[in-house]
């Protein structure tokens, strides 16, 4: 009898124990994990694993949240595992993504070009808040040895974000070859050189992104990596909200004479024009180096995309004797100066660049017209090369 009991005894703990490993799976090790503030992962998509789902599309970010995605944990050895952003219950708050987008190519074999990048990244981590359930979701277009250089960079560099903060690399390759179709016809305008480079496609990028991105992700900022924050970058993204009515992306004006000198021959013809010409009352272009595209609205808006259209950039560069050499930064800047109300104009402090290669360029006498900036600066831009101040 003594013997049954204590065959009994011992199965009644097997079970106990059972359920116990049970309870700890699914509160410590399944996708419905309740994370500390900072959760940190690098995300990868590739083509190979779905025929509809690859680098260039960049929508690993809103559809993994229906499906798997491969990730890995950052703040620990790089490992890839299938893993859900699904957080939390069905009756809590979805998380609410806050998406930027940085060019990372040709990293890996340079370093200058990881300098800047870990200044960008260190200076944005150190002044980023954002609430509970709020995800900053950091996009970079890459190829093969910039992302894996990037991978162990970031795995350093988010070890001290204070908030939830997602990575996704996207293939350089893939995505070029979805964007050149798009933009080829306007590369000759706005390309280095006189023919219409395949590579170059990548930087016009920003100009169709809403033709790129899911329809899920709305809102996106474009970032160049020789920047420093000084400020809560989520304040950037409230920037959406003074948008006018009919201005589908949001940009700073450019601080040197560049599109004075561009536009020299229309210039000429038109004496009394204010194309080029700088602020208030002037127009001097576009500096692409931050920018805020609804994609929402850039999808919606029937003027922006027949500016797209072969026919409309042609006629808009013959009409301004235009031939620029800075990709998307050229094409606003030209559509600007016939629609400006497709643009919200951000205060320089946004984008406060630093290059003053034109004042010594012929153009001394009126450089400080355009590079004058009042108020404190919100992000410097090291454009150039230029150094960028301490803190």
Not at 250 to 268: D, K, L, N, S
Not at 316 to 322: G, I, P, V
Request: glycine residues 6%; negative net charge.
């Amino acid at each position: 009898m003594a013997r049954v009991s204590t065959v009994r005894y011992y199965q009644l703990v097997l079970v106990i124990a059972a359920a116990l490993a049970v309870v700890a799976f699914y509160s410590l090790g399944s996708d419905r994990q309740n994370f500390s503030s900072t959760t940190k992962r690098i995300k990868e998509t590739h083509a190979s694993h779905n025929a509809n789902m690859n680098d260039g599309d960049l929508s690993s970010d809103t559809n993994a949240e229906q499906r798997g995605s491969k990730a890995a944990s950052v703040g620990e050895a790089v490992r890839m595992n299938t893993d859900s952003i699904n957080v939390g219950t069905a009756e809590e708050q979805r998380p609410r993504y806050f998406h930027a987008l940085m060019m990372f190519t040709k990293v890996d074999t340079s370093q200058a070009l990881q300098q800047k990048f870990q200044v960008a990244m260190r200076s944005m981590l150190k002044h980023a808040r954002f609430e509970d359930g709020e995800v900053l979701t950091l996009h970079f277009v890459s190829d093969e040895p910039s992302r894996e250089i990037g991978e162990k960079m970031l795995e350093d560099l988010l070890q001290g974000a204070t908030f939830r903060c997602e990575v996704s690399f996207h293939n350089v390759k893939v995505l070029t070859e979805k964007l050149f179709p798009i933009v080829e016809a306007m590369q000759k305008h706005f390309s280095a050189g006189s023919g219409t480079y395949y590579s170059d496609a990548i930087f016009f990028l920003s100009v169709a992104m809403h033709r790129i991105m899911p329809a899920e992700i709305k809102r996106i900022v474009q970032l160049d990596l020789d920047l420093k924050y000084r400020t809560n970058i989520r304040e950037l993204f409230e920037q959406f909200n003074q948008f006018p009515a009919g201005a589908v992306i949001g940009i700073a004006r450019e601080m040197q004479p560049v599109y004075r000198h561009t536009f020299w021959a229309y210039r000429r013809e038109n004496p009394d024009s204010k194309v080029g010409d700088p602020p208030p009352g002037g127009s001097p272009g576009f500096n692409s180096g931050v920018m805020l595209l609804d994609l929402e609205a850039m999808r919606r808006s029937e003027p922006y995309n027949q500016l797209l259209e072969p026919r409309s950039v042609s006629r808009l560069a013959d009409k301004y004797r235009f031939q620029g050499h800075l990709g998307d930064q050229d094409f606003f800047t030209m559509i600007g100066m016939e629609h400006p109300s497709l643009f919200h104009v951000l205060d320089c402090a946004w984008n406060r660049q630093l290059c003053t290669w034109w004042k010594d360029h012929g153009y001394g006498d009126v450089f400080q017209l355009y590079y004058h900036c009042q108020g404190p600066v919100k992000i410097y831009h090291g454009n150039c090369n230029t150094p960028i101040p301490d803190d």
